[in-house]
């Protein structure tokens, strides 16, 4: 698409970040993202929490704070009864809620597949900002959720995954990035994108692409959510992650990668944690304030590849 300048807009889509910024004066700038998709569990008010977890996601990745939110609906109209609405709408509301922010209003449509995500508007300081744009060789590469919601979706929509595991990948999925998006700020750190459905390395690809950098990850280092791996090694495949594959392809140097660490890697995320490059010395401060966060890898000079598994 053509693009039109304009003064206003901070971030747009050149540097693949997650969401646009808007400056309305030197220390006010709106943070704005769209996100929906169909179903990834079975219970209606989970499934609506994790969408709008999601969907609130882009704003804390580019260090801004939820202001509003309106949803966005599709609904198999007599296939469905309206309670199931009801109940998504109820889960996206009080995740929406916990945000600090408010649902206020949106829109639906009768469709053959049930959809529902959020469009949410954030304030940010333009000058403290998280961007793909600003890794610097040296910094270190961190994670702040597991690894795998792909995986365990699909072993679970196959009835092949135990209640602990399911209970894992729900409550990863809906527990919002707040704390690291803030404990980024207050560090010190300016470069972050969430982990969706490009997975891993593909979010990574963005970041080198916007830094003019190569991440290099430990594979041996990720994250994953309980039983993950030994899912891929047992067969359980995910479409995304094969296209997610085929997009890479020339991009990532994997040669010397366990095969399971790259298959994590590839897993197309739903509400997936932050990957952020922390400065050395802002690196034990922010492991300290965020739990679960991991260090995964080093951002390097551009090299040939832009992204090194191994």
Known sequence: MPTHADRRV???????????????????????????????????????????ANALSDVYAMGGEPLTALAIVGFPAGKLPPSVL???????????????????????????ELKFGLSVTGQAHPARLLTNATARPGDRLVLTKPLGTGLLATAAKADRLSAEAQLALHDSMRALNA?????????????????????????????????????????????????????WRAGTRTGGAERNEAYLASHVDSSSADPADLALALDPQTSGGLLLAVPPDALAGYLSAVPGAVEIG??????KQQIVLG
Do not use: M, W
């Open 298 to 303: 080093v951002v390097e000079v551009a090299g």
């Open 86 to 112: 009801s109940e998504i709408l109820r889960g996206g509301q009080d995740k929406v809620r916990e945000a600090g922010a408010v649902l206020i209003g949106g829109h639906s449509i009768i469709d053959e």
């Open 10 to 52: 901070l971030v747009g889509r050149e540097t693949f970040d997650d969401a646009g910024v808007f400056v309305l004066r030197d220390d006010l700038a709106l943070v704005q993202t769209v996100d929906f998709f169909a179903p990834i569990v079975d219970d209606p008010y989970t499934f609506g929490q994790i969408a709008a």
């Open 179 to 231: 704390v690291a998006s803030r404990a980024a700020l207050s560090h010190g750190v300016t470069c972050a994108t969430d982990v969706t459905g490009f997975g891993l390395l593909g979010h990574a690809l963005n970041i080198a692409r916007g830094s003019g950098t190569t991440l290099r990850i430990d594979g041996r280092t990720l994250p994953e959510l309980p039983g993950a791996r030994e899912l």
